[in-house]
């Protein structure tokens, strides 16, 4: 009886998601994409309450999806053993980022594990090792919030003349107060997306260097369900003009997306062994949640026991899209549940791709090689979901 209630469930949730897209009948003319005409905002504060309801609407529809999904009691994917290989994780010090690095680590990888805070990260490295026996597991400070730190992580870790096979962006900020990064970015905008940018971007001469022909290096980066919510603006990223935590949230998750996809694009035309791929971990019970009405208190409690994945569950598709041999050579998936699924049908888009990229270039100060590897190309990919961008 449960699970007839839970499919009820889904299906109006559904139709309540495909409400805010304005649906029309079949032959009707089909509009901008964008939002929908019955629901335009009359002021800032109404369109941040309509992204509001959609952020949430999204993660509602995911955690009812693994209440489901739970019926069916998942197991982690079997992988195979991984010595001598190398991994970087961001946020490798608590919630998802430590499950993603003690797994890697029981499969015999040397992980680095990249974080803020010094303390906490040499105590999750003694657990990590503790539990998996594995001693090659260690801790560098690096502030995805700080350029200078991004910079000086990368200095250190290419210092010491080590492979880099595996690069897993897993940190970041979720729906915070309106604040600055030490660079005067935006805080999601800035850790989530630009930190992110800059230290892959740094760090693909030493992944090309440990690739391969039939075992690439590779980029797997995080983003989240509630990409297909947001409103990407290229000409205010940091939401000078009217902030929204859920919007700038969403907004940075859905810039990793195009970020990875172009990421790809530039990594197949240049020849490198190195593939990038996006890996959405789902609703996971971890401290993230702590600035949301619902992620606090009781009704985390309650929700937690029946819809929440816990931080391992929310691992495994990071450490399947790390180093599941599936998935040998192949870039620019989205990856939920360890399986491939469409992306926001803007994500696909090659002009925006390359306008974020462009615009990433420009505020963390690295060359912008496009146009070199990539003159005209364009990949329209599958046009499943619609999605609003200003341009």
């Not at 180093?323 to 469409?342: A, K, M």
Request: proline fraction near 7%; aromatic fraction near 8%; hydrophobic fraction near 40%.
């Amino acid at each position: 009886m449960l699970r007839v209630y839970l499919e009820g469930f889904l299906e109006a949730a559904a139709q309540l998601q495909r409400g805010f897209r304005d649906p029309e009948p079949p032959g009707a003319g089909r509009r901008e994409a964008g939002l929908p005409v019955g629901w335009v905002a009359a002021s800032v504060c109404c369109a941040v309450d309509h992204l509001m309801l959609r952020v949430y609407l999204e993660g509602f529809l995911e955690a009812a999806a693994q209440l489901q999904r739970g019926f069916r009691d998942p197991e982690p994917p079997e992988l195979p053993p991984q010595p001598g290989r190398v991994a970087v994780v961001t946020g490798g010090t608590e919630g998802i980022g430590l499950a993603t690095a003690r797994r890697l680590a029981a499969l015999g990888m040397h992980v680095i594990i990249a974080g803020l805070d010094v303390e906490t990260g040499w105590a999750a490295v003694g657990t990590i090792r503790k539990e998996t026996l594995n001693p090659q597991v260690e801790f560098m400070p690096c502030d995805l919030g700080s350029m200078a730190s991004v910079r000086r992580f990368v200095a250190r870790f290419t210092g010491r003349r080590c492979p880099l096979h595996v690069l897993v962006n897993n940190a970041g900020v979720m729906m915070v107060p309106q604040r600055l990064t030490v660079d005067g970015f935006e805080e999601h905008w800035g850790v989530n997306f630009l930190g992110h940018f800059l230290l892959t971007v740094l760090l693909l001469d030493a992944l090309e260097a440990s690739g391969s022909p039939g075992r690439c290096a590779r980029v797997v980066t995080l983003s989240s369900a509630t990409h297909r919510a947001a409103s990407l603006d290229l000409d205010d990223p940091q939401g000078s003009r009217g902030y929204s935590a859920h919007g700038a949230y969403a907004q940075s998750k859905l810039a990793l997306v195009l970020f990875s996809y172009h990421l790809q694009h530039l990594l197949a035309a240049a020849g490198r062994h190195v593939t990038a791929n996006v890996a959405d971990p789902g609703v996971v019970n971890t401290d993230l949640y702590r600035h949301v009405f619902w992620g606090r208190g009781p009704i985390k409690s309650l929700l937690g026991r029946w819809v929440f994945k816990t931080p391992d569950e929310g691992s495994w598709t990071s450490v399947y899209a790390a180093v599941s041999p599936e998935l040998e050579g192949q870039g620019g998936r989205y990856l939920h549940n360890e399986q491939e699924t469409p992306s926001l049908a803007v994500t696909y888009d090659p002009h925006l791709q390359r306008r974020l990229w462009a615009l990433g270039c420009e505020m963390t100060g690295v060359p912008d090689v496009t146009e070199d590897l990539l003159p005209g190309a364009s990949n329209p990919g599958p046009r499943t979901s619609e999605g609003s961008v200003s341009h």
